[in-house]
């Protein structure tokens, strides 16, 4: 059976689809097409259940579709659902499709009304909901990411303080409300008990340097920050690298379960009963459970409604 996967973004969307991309192959001996956008392709390039990987950018959809009509599929898992793999599905209609259900209607109770009726499973499980018509099963080995050697930077790269254990903090997140203030950021590092790496995006770097000048000025090394310096695939490396990791719900926080590190991962605006907490690793919530606002959204938004912030001013630091 030759199947085309489709999850264009986000980061962690995609690299929850690897047990689906895994269970097929191993499972069915599936021949394994999967699309993304170009911006993700180091994380898959590697990937051994993957025959062939399709980067929208790199090509442009309709050139996409031209050559997926060519390669006549015998079925298409949809793990996006949007109107783009609609139209997709539309132009290659005569090959059978299923989609992944969003639940659209749960999250919209739970964030507007509050009223719980999301299932308890993670994301990943509700995406084998989608091909368990297939006979395909969780096989339960978790997220995977393989990282060509070509991306692992030199032993001596970690200063030396640094090469006997460190904790990697992934500081950014799409929406602000999903992000710790800074100073709040600061404080949890102040807590830490080895040395922290921040890690994130160019977007981060000006906060990753304002929080290591902090330390700076006190005349600490407690804090480097990696923020923008690196690529995603080596910061990804550097998670794999750390003994714990501190994060927002974004990413490169979920690559860390691919490692099977334990992740402290850091709710503020959304919360994890929209079945985005880590998956299948040891893992801890810290989030501010006595709030009747949350969750205010499912994605993140740039301002507080409330304007107090509590969600995430209020934290406590765990470890």
Same mark, same amino acid.
């Given at each position: 059976?030759? !199947?085309?996967?489709?999850?264009?973004?986000?980061?962690?969307?995609?690299?929850?689809?690897?047990?689906?991309?895994?269970?097929?192959?191993?499972?069915?001996?599936?021949? !394994?097409?999967?699309?993304?956008?170009?911006?993700?392709?180091?994380?898959?390039?590697? @990937?051994?259940?993957?025959?062939?990987?399709?980067?929208?950018?790199?090509? =442009? %959809?309709?050139?996409?579709?031209?050559?997926?009509?060519?390669?006549?599929?015998? &079925?298409?898992?949809?793990?996006? @659902? #949007?109107?783009?793999?609609?139209?997709?599905?539309?132009?290659?209609?005569? !090959?059978? +499709?299923?989609?992944? $259900?969003?639940?659209?209607?749960?999250?919209?109770?739970?964030?507007?009304?509050?009223?719980?009726?999301?299932?308890? @499973?993670?994301?990943?499980?509700?995406?084998?909901?989608?091909?368990?018509?297939?006979?395909?099963?969780?096989?339960?080995?978790? %997220?995977?990411?393989?990282?060509?050697?070509?991306?692992?930077?030199?032993?001596?790269?970690?200063?030396?303080?640094?090469?006997?254990? *460190?904790? +990697?903090?992934?500081?950014?997140? /799409? &929406?602000?409300?999903?992000?710790?203030?800074?100073?709040?950021?600061?404080?949890?590092?102040?807590?830490?008990? %080895?040395?922290?790496?921040?890690?994130?995006?160019?977007?981060?770097?000006?906060?990753?340097?304002?929080?290591?000048?902090?330390?700076?000025?006190?005349? /600490?090394? =407690?804090?480097? @920050?990696?923020?923008?310096?690196?690529?995603?695939?080596?910061? +990804?490396? !550097?998670?794999?690298?750390?003994?714990?990791? &501190?994060?927002?719900?974004?990413?490169?926080?979920?690559?860390?379960?691919? *490692?099977?590190? =334990?992740?402290?991962?850091?709710?503020?605006?959304?919360?994890?009963?929209?079945?985005?907490?880590?998956?299948?690793?040891?893992?801890?919530?810290?989030? #501010?459970? #006595?709030?009747?606002? $949350?969750?205010?959204?499912? %994605?993140?938004?740039?301002?507080?409604?409330?304007?107090?912030?509590?969600?995430?001013?209020?934290?406590?630091?765990?470890?």
């Amino acid at each position: 059976m030759k !199947v085309l996967v489709i999850r264009f973004s986000s980061i962690g969307d995609c690299i929850w689809v690897t047990p689906i991309l895994r269970c097929l192959k191993t499972q069915r001996n599936c021949e !394994v097409h999967f699309v993304t956008k170009e911006q993700y392709a180091a994380l898959f390039e590697a @990937n051994p259940h993957i025959d062939k990987l399709h980067l929208l950018g790199k090509k =442009k %959809l309709s050139e996409l579709i031209s050559l997926w009509r060519k390669e006549k599929f015998d &079925y298409i898992i949809d793990l996006h @659902n #949007n109107l783009r793999t609609f139209g997709i599905k539309l132009a290659l209609w005569n !090959v059978p +499709a299923k989609s992944y $259900r969003k639940l659209r209607w749960q999250k919209w109770l739970l964030v507007n009304l509050k009223i719980n009726r999301m299932p308890a @499973n993670h994301v990943v499980d509700r995406y084998f909901e989608t091909i368990q018509h297939l006979g395909v099963q969780p096989d339960n080995k978790g %997220l995977e990411l393989h990282i060509p050697e070509k991306y692992h930077l030199s032993k001596d790269f970690f200063p030396l303080t640094y090469q006997k254990g *460190f904790i +990697a903090f992934v500081i950014g997140a /799409s &929406y602000a409300t999903k992000r710790m203030p800074q100073s709040k950021i600061i404080e949890f590092c102040e807590q830490m008990p %080895l040395p922290v790496v921040l890690v994130g995006g160019k977007e981060d770097e000006q906060v990753g340097n304002e929080i290591e000048q902090y330390f700076t000025q006190k005349a /600490s090394q =407690k804090v480097w @920050n990696l923020c923008g310096k690196l690529s995603l695939i080596q910061s +990804a490396w !550097v998670v794999s690298q750390a003994e714990i990791v &501190y994060g927002h719900d974004t990413g490169l926080t979920h690559i860390a379960a691919c *490692f099977q590190k =334990k992740v402290y991962m850091i709710f503020g605006s959304t919360t994890p009963q929209l079945g985005l907490y880590p998956y299948q690793t040891p893992h801890k919530i810290i989030e #501010n459970k #006595n709030l009747s606002c $949350r969750p205010c959204s499912r %994605l993140g938004k740039q301002v507080c409604p409330k304007k107090h912030f509590k969600c995430m001013n209020e934290l406590k630091f765990e470890i």
